[in-house]
């Protein structure tokens, strides 16, 4: 769980690097996205523009949405 508005982690290894909370892959920072829901830093392919959130918490809407619909 990371607050809002905290920085991406920096990657060591690079100078100018952040880090991806989920692929933990080094990215710039005006790549990674912030989720509104965990508040981890998430990179282009780990993150969905719909809901702006990250993949992890995307698949929990979308599993909650199903499972809404279903009980209905
Ligand atoms: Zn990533
Ligand atoms: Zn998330």
Redesign the pocket.
């Known amino acids: 769980m990371r607050n809002q508005g905290e920085p991406p982690e920096k990657d060591p290894a690079h100078f100018s690097g952040f880090l991806c909370d989920?692929c933990n892959s080094a990215f710039a920072y005006h790549e990674l996205r912030q989720?509104?829901?965990?508040?981890?830093w998430?990179c282009q392919s780990c993150w969905t523009p719909e809901f702006y959130?990250?993949?992890?918490?995307?698949g929990m809407i979308t599993l909650h949405t199903l499972g809404d619909k279903s009980t209905k």
């Open positions: 989920l989720c509104i829901l965990c508040g981890r998430a959130v990250c993949n992890s918490c995307n």
